[in-house]
């Protein structure tokens, strides 16, 4: 019974173009591996990329400015983004998008101006549009008054 | 056609590496075992090639994930037999019915023994899905009731009862040695 059943099977006959499609299926998944090892190295090196952009990024407040009226400051600096929710606590801007969150990072004094660095972290960067970004700038912005 | 275990589990692990050609000489080796099990299923010579370029790509992509070499060939039944199944579910379409009615249709024609190898191999591919599945396993892939439970999900009980009915079906007598 069981040899009769293996011969059955054994005389289907094989198609001419078999050892074509298995090297096709090999070089797909090959292809698409390197891909995707590409692209998990590519995340790592945007971290990198947003990190260095948002070092550039600062917001300059003309002297006289307190650190009191700072994080007023940067609620003003977080106006004028729209459809974002979320609140300005301390130095914070909280749950800017349930995908973004912003903090202002280490502030620096010279003779004229003062530096405040901003720290943008992606929290969902698995998922699109942050998943293909490489990196993030800010526009202009203008701090109007220290309330916002 | 024949493999050693040994050698498998040389190139099962040159794989996850990356080393496609070793996984190419790997898969050779049963790529037409994969295909006419494939072709019991679908029934047609187009896509059975789909189904072994599918198992190509969905076992050289997943390598990394099987824990143990030795089970190569096992692990990569499971996965034929997964990508002919989704071809059928894709498929879905009225020719997949006519071609079984016709199936059927020529079976009942047939005298009650089974005389000749067309009528056997059309009877084999009239089955249902899973009597066609523990079949091939156990008298085209010579793995035992144990196995098939495992590659298929399936109690040992479910396996040794489709199996009992398949047999029915394709009228072929020697109940004697289903449980050896």
């Known amino acids: ?148 | 056609m024949v493999v050693t275990e040994t050698e498998t589990i040389k190139l099962v692990k040159k794989a996850p590496k990356g080393d496609d050609g070793a996984y190419l000489e790997l898969f050779v080796k049963y790529e037409e075992m994969i295909y006419r099990t494939a072709y019991l299923y679908v029934k047609n010579e187009e896509d059975a090639l789909d189904v072994v370029q599918e198992t190509a790509y969905r076992s050289f992509k997943s390598i990394k994930n099987l824990k143990k070499p030795k089970y190569f060939k096992t692990w990569l039944t499971r996965i034929a037999i997964t990508s002919a199944l989704d071809v059928l579910r894709k498929r879905k379409n009225m020719v997949f019915i006519d071609e079984y009615k016709e199936d059927m249709a020529s079976v009942e024609d047939e005298t009650a023994e089974i005389t000749t190898s067309v009528s056997l191999l059309e009877l084999l591919k009239s089955l249902k899905d899973d009597e066609k599945s523990v079949v091939i396993l156990k008298y085209y892939y010579d793995y035992t009731f144990n196995m098939i439970s495992e590659i298929l999900d399936m109690p040992l009980g479910s396996v040794k009862t489709i199996i009992y009915r398949a047999l029915k079906k394709l009228r072929i007598e020697g109940k004697e040695n289903l449980y050896e």
């Open chain 1, 1 to 148: 019974m069981s040899n009769q059943i293996k011969r059955e099977i054994d005389n289907v006959p094989i198609p001419s173009d078999i050892r074509n499609r298995s090297v096709s299926g090999i070089q797909m998944a090959k292809q698409e591996l390197k891909y995707e090892k590409s692209n998990n190295k590519a995340r790592g090196t945007r971290k990198k990329l947003i990190a260095a952009a948002l070092s550039a990024a600062i917001v300059t407040v003309g002297i006289g400015s307190n650190y009191t009226t700072l994080a007023g400051m940067i609620g003003g600096y977080f106006q004028d983004i729209r459809n974002w929710k979320g609140a300005v606590v301390g130095l914070k801007y909280i749950d800017a998008t349930e995908e973004i969150l912003i903090e202002a990072d280490e502030i620096n004094m010279d003779s004229d101006n003062i530096t405040v660095g901003m720290k943008v972290k992606l929290l969902k960067d698995d998922v699109a549009p942050y998943n293909i970004t490489q990196v993030i700038t800010f526009g202009e912005y203008s701090v109007v008054t220290g309330s916002g």
